[in-house]
């Protein structure tokens, strides 16, 4: 079935410093690609998104891009701020049986020190 | 801004017991789902439901799990008779069209 990979953390940066969080898929068809952000205490929120290869989702200074050929949605972010600092989900929509439920990777989390 | 709204925010109780997580999704929605996220693991799907009824489940979802929208604007997952094994975060979402929104969860510990 369809899975998400997402790279082991914690991801520990200094503040302004260059975020890269891989993600990479495996699917069927041809699903719309997701990152979610978990704040502490707080549900899972919708950062960005992508629905078709090499579409470029972005939002808040990040940015992903949905790579067909590397079946990758790599989540950057030029220059990360301590307010960053959460848990970033991957995740894709299965739509093999009709409901887009979502498929999540493992979850990254990232801290961001002054 | 509309948002998922699930109570309650955490819940202790006895192995066997029965538990009900409440979910009131975004009133126009139309699909809903609930997840878990076991400690350190993924988050996983459980269940969808459409047009009153579960439109899929996952293998986790076994003859102790139901949901029920017993009215226009609640949405229930219950455990009939909760094990060690399902104490975990109990995410519940809603979506319009395929961007799911998610509530804050429901953290569950099974003692």
């Known amino acids: 079935g369809d899975s998400v990979t997402q790279m082991e953390g914690p991801v520990t940066l200094s503040e302004e410093a260059f975020l890269t969080i891989n993600c990479t898929y495996t699917?069927?068809?041809?699903?719309?690609l997701f990152w979610y952000v978990q704040y502490p205490g707080e549900g899972l929120q919708l950062l960005l998104k992508?629905?078709?290869?090499?579409d470029k989702g972005s939002n808040k200074g990040f940015e992903a891009t949905y790579r067909k050929e590397t079946t990758s949605f790599h989540l950057e972010k030029g220059s990360v701020q301590v307010s960053d600092s959460a848990v970033y989900f991957c995740?894709?929509?299965?739509?093999?049986?009709?409901?887009?439920?979502?498929?999540f990777g493992t979850g990254t989390r990232l801290k961001v020190l002054a | 801004e509309p948002e998922v709204t699930q109570t309650p925010s955490h819940q202790v109780t006895q192995m066997g017991q029965e538990v009900i997580l409440r979910c009131v999704p975004i009133?126009?929605?139309?699909?809903f789902y609930w997840y878990r996220q076991i400690l350190g693991q993924k988050v996983e799907f459980l269940v969808s439901?459409?047009?009153?009824?579960?439109?899929?489940k996952s293998e986790i979802f076994d003859d102790q799990f139901s949901v029920e929208r017993p009215d226009g604007s609640n949405f229930t997952l219950k455990i009939r008779s909760t094990k060690l094994e399902d104490s975990a975060m109990y995410f519940c979402?809603?979506?319009?069209?395929?961007?799911?929104?998610f509530g804050a969860g429901t953290r569950l510990s099974v003692l």
């Open positions: 979402a809603s979506s319009g069209a395929n961007i799911q929104y």
């Open positions: 009133s126009n929605h139309l699909y």
């Open positions: 995740a894709l929509d299965d739509n093999t049986s009709g409901t887009y439920k979502y498929i």
């Open positions: 439901f459409y047009n009153n009824e579960i439109s899929e």
């Open positions: 699917a069927t068809g041809y699903p719309s």
């Open positions: 992508a629905t078709k290869a090499d």
